[in-house]
């Protein structure tokens, strides 16, 4: 739920004619650059802005605020300054612990001294990025070698880490802890987590480790593992630099706003490394800072960002993870902006200049305008509008300034003194949103279900969606809800209602999904020629509460377990037991526990036993078994915001007694003689309906074998632009999260027919595109090349064929994921001090064919529990008079005897009695006779 504000004019502290004025019409923005409003002069009331300018000749005492130099306008418009990279280890101190005399320490008068001293100067506040980061640091630990055992692994074991870690920051957080060359804050530790991991829960196995993800592993977990915990690098890192500096201190990372996981597992580490420093220094360990109410400053000041995006940006997926830090008591930074248009480009191809970049810029500025207006409502100033966080948004920095820029043509500016619809977007958002002809505040409608009302608020257009659970009692089986249901504001209507399965079925843990689709009033002509659309969406969950284990592996002392209690009846009490983390990291019963219900619709993860019974509604299942705990299993329906992998069903194997089947990587397969350069596969062992991953070849027998990031694809419903026979059929973009050479999140797609990219009639399958330095995401108008439909899901086997469809004069329309076994991924980069790919054997390409048909058949594996059927005893998950009888002849038989069935034990009290074959009994369908 999310509270409405009233719109304030932003310019009530500047000149009246430029208060009044629309900035979002060309012809009546101010012609003089002095009457262009300083981004800093605007925001002075809510957040720092910044950017990444630190360079002493901006600050010299000559340089005048303007528009006509690099200087001039970062004057103006900024009042924070980042370095790049000049704070980076390497850049900072390279050669590691054997260069006993960094330039920083000796240069005094030049180089980054300079630099923030000259800033400081003139009031700018400086943010050293980064003290701990996993890249650009290879003498921070010493660099990956090759192990006598095969290994490739930092020689540094967790003695050897530790004291370097403290002394590095010691010597680096106190020497720019004096004057003049003073920083204001700094990235402490940056992008520590790996981008989609199983457990959100647990954020100690969320970390990046030392083989886990193949892509930039951090060496700091490796060296901490090696005698002791990989994770305590972590705490180590912000305490060695709280007791040697008094700036602000910042956890940094980024595509937390992708997936819900990683911004719960950021929160769950900062709210720990709070408490936990509390209780320590209130003992004596560690010095107390105040800040400047008097209170004890927090060991983690702030929670970065980093903003790395373009025009798929979700602003209701930012909106909840701007919520979720703030919920930790801690400010939010956003470290790293650059919003990026979405241009689409292939191997080869140069940025395009003309008219269709203005028409692209069209598109960024809405997107900026909604994205400030949000910033606004949350920012830590005496203009934001959330008193119930202690904290707010309180900088906005941009990782660059101009066009091209770090992430090409993200920014305000093309060039010097060349403001683009973003910067008059960013300067007055409300206003360019009200020109544009959207609503400034975003779209919030209210629904009402089984005597209940729920309000949502939306940002809009074509990529935000705002979503919720709902919990049904437990006896629905199937979910009614109607337009008749959603109450919207004037001149917006339903347009479609989409349920996900069509009859809107629910069992535990299995919901029906409703994408509710609304339309208001066309845009204004010149955004609505650019595909500007004034739509919201809604997807509303409706289940049965449900609880799902979590394996807590290097986390919870057993019997405690991490459980997901989700689509809450607001009434069952479970019992939460509370914890504390000793000396090895492991968290133990502290002997207490509290018995509370989890809100109602809510979702929570608790720390329970799996072995304790309560009193509870039909259907929920508390007790742990194979069926309850997460784990990736076969579905056979795609849902919204899900993960999954993809296997080849057609090259299943059986290797060692094991059925192995090969699983859809992103990773760059070399191009061979047969086919193109494309994506590599990756053996994963199926038992049953349920895969695991095999444990990385680079990793050591203590390593976990985790289900690597670059396995895994998440699936957004896109529609294709290409006419024919799928013109209306819904179509899936298949997007993977990892960070290898570029940040933004990779979507899927064939080449275009760039050189080299089609060999024998096979298309490449292409992730990251190439043009200079980082690569763009597909664009609107190739969608063809990267919108996924596929055949029916064969509810008996799970299997599909996935295909793409173009109708561009294309002698084969159809383009279908296809496997091949033909050349071969290298086992490491050559090299490269961090890597530690596995070798892989084969993969797929997108071939030209007739028809799907001639794809090769895929099952979709995701992390969850086993489909579940109140009443279905016997396990085939279907009812029927086999688990009445099934049941009855398991009566009076308790749990751990033989004969016992979990699933006749409806309540769960441990046994199954007259109640339970009662209720199986009333469940069997109407009309069936045992």
């Known amino acids: 739920m999310f509270k409405n504000y009233r719109f304030k004019p932003l310019f009530v502290a500047l000149p009246t004619?430029?208060?009044?004025?629309?900035?979002?019409?060309?012809?009546?923005?101010?012609?003089?650059?002095?009457?262009?409003?300083?981004?800093?002069?605007?925001?002075?009331?809510?957040?720092?802005?910044?950017?990444?300018?630190?360079?002493?000749?901006?600050?010299?005492?000559?340089?005048?605020?303007?528009?006509?130099?690099?200087?001039?306008?970062?004057?103006?418009?900024?009042?924070?300054?980042?370095?790049?990279?000049?704070?980076?280890?390497d850049s900072l101190w390279s050669g590691g612990i054997g260069n006993t005399a960094p330039s920083f320490l000796t240069n005094l008068t030049t180089g980054i001294n300079n630099d923030i001293r000259a800033a400081n100067a003139r009031g700018f506040r400086v943010t050293g990025h980064t003290l701990v980061w996993h890249n650009q640091s290879s003498g921070w630990p010493q660099a990956n070698v090759l192990t006598p055992n095969g290994g490739w692994e930092t020689p540094w074991d967790f003695a050897t880490a530790r004291a370097n870690l403290e002394y590095y920051i010691r010597t680096v957080a106190g020497h720019f802890d004096k004057e003049p060359q003073k920083v204001y804050a700094w990235d402490v530790v940056n992008e520590a987590f790996k981008d989609n991991f199983e457990n959100p829960a647990d954020w100690r196995n969320a970390l990046r480790t030392g083989y886990s993800p193949e892509e930039r592993p951090s060496r700091w977990a490796q060296a901490y593992s090696k005698g002791g915990k990989s994770w305590d690098y972590m705490y180590d890192a912000f305490f060695n630099a709280r007791q040697n500096t008094t700036a602000i201190l910042n956890y940094n990372d980024f595509n937390d706003n992708e997936r819900d996981a990683k911004a719960g597992a950021v929160a769950a580490m900062v709210k720990e490394f709070n408490e936990r420093y509390a209780a320590e220094s209130a003992a004596g360990?560690?010095?107390?800072?105040?800040?400047?109410?008097?209170?004890?400053?927090?060991?983690?000041?702030?929670?970065?960002?980093?903003?790395?995006?373009?025009?798929?940006?979700?602003?209701?997926?930012?909106?909840?993870?701007?919520?979720?830090?703030?919920?930790?008591?801690?400010?939010?930074?956003?470290?790293?902006?650059?919003?990026?248009?979405?241009?689409?480009?292939?191997?080869?191809?140069?940025?395009?200049?003309?008219?269709?970049?203005?028409?692209?810029?069209?598109?960024?500025?809405?997107?900026?305008?909604?994205?400030?207006?949000?910033?606004?409502?949350?920012?830590?100033?005496?203009?934001?509008?959330?008193?119930?966080?202690?904290?707010?948004?309180?900088?906005?920095?941009?990782?660059?300034?101009?066009?091209?820029?770090?992430?090409?043509?993200?920014?305000?500016?093309?060039?010097?003194?060349?403001?683009?619809?973003?910067?008059?977007?960013?300067?007055?958002?409300?206003?360019?949103?009200?020109?544009?002809?959207?609503?400034?505040?975003?779209?919030?409608?209210?629904?009402?279900?089984?005597?209940?009302?729920?309000?949502a608020r939306t940002w809009g257009g074509k990529n935000a969606a705002a979503s919720f659970d709902i919990n049904v009692p437990a006896t629905t089986k199937n979910v009614s809800f109607s337009a008749a249901n959603v109450s919207l504001p004037a001149g917006f209507a339903v347009e479609s209602m989409k349920f996900n399965p069509p009859d809107c079925a629910v069992i535990p843990g299995k919901p029906c999904h409703v994408t509710v689709t609304a339309r208001g009033p066309d845009p204004a002509p010149a955004y609505k020629a650019v595909g500007v659309e004034n739509t919201a969406t809604y997807v509303l969950s409706f289940g049965q509460m449900s609880v799902s284990w979590f394996d807590a592996s290097n986390s919870l002392e057993a019997p405690l377990s991490y459980a997901e209690v989700r689509f809450s009846d607001g009434v069952t009490n479970l019992k939460q037991y509370k914890t504390y983390y000793a000396a090895d990291g492991l968290a133990r019963a502290t002997g207490a526990s509290e018995t509370r219900p989890v809100p109602k619709h809510g979702r929570s993860t608790l720390v329970l036993k799996p072995t304790d019974l309560i009193v509870n509604p039909l259907g929920l299942r508390l007790n742990k078994d194979a069926s309850t705990e997460k784990a990736w299993r076969l579905t056979k329906r795609i849902e919204p915001n899900r993960t999954y992998m993809v296997v080849s069903a057609d090259s299943v194997t059986q290797q060692n007694g094991e059925t192995v089947g090969y699983a859809l990587t992103n990773r760059s397969k070399p191009a061979t003689s047969a086919s193109p350069e494309s994506l590599s596969r990756t053996p994963v062992v199926l038992r049953g309906d349920t895969l695991l991953p095999l444990r990385n070849s680079n990793a050591p027998a203590s390593e976990?074998?985790?289900?690597?990031?670059?396995?895994?694809?998440?699936?957004?419903?896109?529609?294709?632009?290409?006419?024919?026979?799928?013109?209306?059929?819904?179509?899936?973009?298949?997007?993977?999260?990892?960070?290898?050479?570029?940040?933004?999140?990779?979507?899927?797609?064939?080449?275009?027919?760039?050189?080299?990219?089609?060999?024998?009639?096979?298309?490449?399958?292409?992730?990251?595109?190439?043009?200079?330095?980082?690569?763009?995401?597909?664009?609107?108008?190739?969608?063809?090349?990267?919108?996924?439909?596929?055949?029916?899901?064969?509810?008996?086997?799970?299997?599909?064929?996935?295909?793409?469809?173009?109708?561009?004069?294309?002698?084969?329309?159809?383009?279908?994921?296809?496997?091949?076994?033909?050349?071969?991924?290298?086992?490491?980069?050559?090299?490269?001090?961090?890597?530690?790919?596995?070798?892989?054997?084969?993969?797929?390409?997108?071939?030209?064919?007739?028809?799907?048909?001639?794809?090769?058949?895929?099952?979709?594996?995701?992390?969850?529990?086993?489909?579940?059927?109140?009443?279905?005893?016997?396990?085939?998950?279907?009812?029927?008079?086999?688990?009445?009888?099934?049941?009855?002849?398991?009566?009076?038989?308790?749990?751990?005897?033989?004969?016992?069935?979990?699933?006749?034990?409806?309540?769960?009290?441990?046994?199954v009695d007259v109640r339970d074959i009662s209720v199986i009994s009333r469940l069997l369908p109407a009309g069936t006779r045992c």
């Open 285 to 455: 360990r560690g010095r107390v800072l105040l800040d400047a109410k008097g209170n004890p400053r927090p060991l983690v000041d702030v929670i970065g960002t980093q903003g790395h995006w373009d025009m798929r940006l979700n602003l209701d997926a930012f909106e909840r993870v701007i919520r979720t830090y703030l919920a930790t008591g801690v400010n939010v930074d956003l470290t790293e902006l650059d919003l990026a248009p979405v241009l689409g480009l292939d191997k080869g191809q140069r940025i395009q200049n003309g008219p269709e970049m203005n028409e692209l810029f069209l598109v960024q500025g809405v997107q900026y305008a909604k994205l400030f207006n949000l910033m606004r409502e949350y920012a830590m100033g005496p203009g934001g509008r959330h008193p119930e966080f202690k904290g707010g948004v309180h900088r906005v920095t941009w990782w660059g300034m101009t066009d091209p820029g770090y992430h090409t043509n993200g920014y305000p500016w093309s060039a010097v003194g060349q403001p683009k619809e973003a910067y008059w977007a960013a300067v007055n958002p409300g206003q360019y949103l009200i020109d544009a002809g959207l609503p400034p505040e975003g779209v919030t409608a209210t629904f009402r279900y089984n005597g209940e009302t729920f309000t």
């Open 17 to 89: 004619a430029l208060a009044a004025a629309s900035f979002a019409l060309a012809a009546e923005r101010p012609t003089n650059p002095a009457e262009w409003p300083g981004m800093k002069d605007v925001y002075k009331d809510f957040s720092m802005i910044g950017a990444t300018n630190l360079n002493a000749n901006n600050f010299a005492a000559n340089v005048v605020p303007g528009e006509n130099s690099v200087a001039a306008m970062t004057l103006k418009h900024f009042n924070n300054v980042t370095p790049d990279n000049a704070m980076k280890p």
């Open 704 to 911: 976990p074998a985790f289900g690597q990031d670059n396995h895994k694809f998440v699936f957004d419903e896109q529609r294709s632009p290409a006419a024919g026979p799928y013109a209306a059929q819904e179509g899936h973009t298949m997007i993977s999260f990892i960070h290898g050479t570029n940040v933004y999140p990779h979507t899927l797609f064939r080449g275009n027919g760039a050189t080299g990219t089609i060999v024998n009639g096979q298309n490449s399958l292409i992730t990251r595109q190439t043009n200079g330095q980082e690569g763009t995401q597909i664009a609107d108008r190739a969608l063809d090349q990267a919108v996924w439909f596929n055949t029916p899901i064969d509810q008996n086997t799970g299997a599909l064929k996935m295909f793409l469809y173009t109708g561009r004069g294309a002698t084969n329309q159809h383009y279908v994921l296809k496997e091949v076994t033909d050349g071969n991924t290298p086992n490491r980069d050559t090299g490269n001090a961090i890597s530690q790919r596995q070798a892989a054997t084969g993969g797929f390409v997108a071939a030209q064919a007739a028809g799907p048909q001639e794809g090769t058949n895929v099952k979709l594996y995701a992390y969850d529990a086993a489909a579940y059927v109140p009443g279905d005893a016997n396990g085939d998950a279907a009812l029927s008079c086999a688990d009445l009888s099934a049941a009855t002849a398991s009566m009076g038989r308790r749990a751990g005897q033989p004969g016992f069935l979990p699933g006749a034990d409806l309540d769960q009290n441990g046994v």
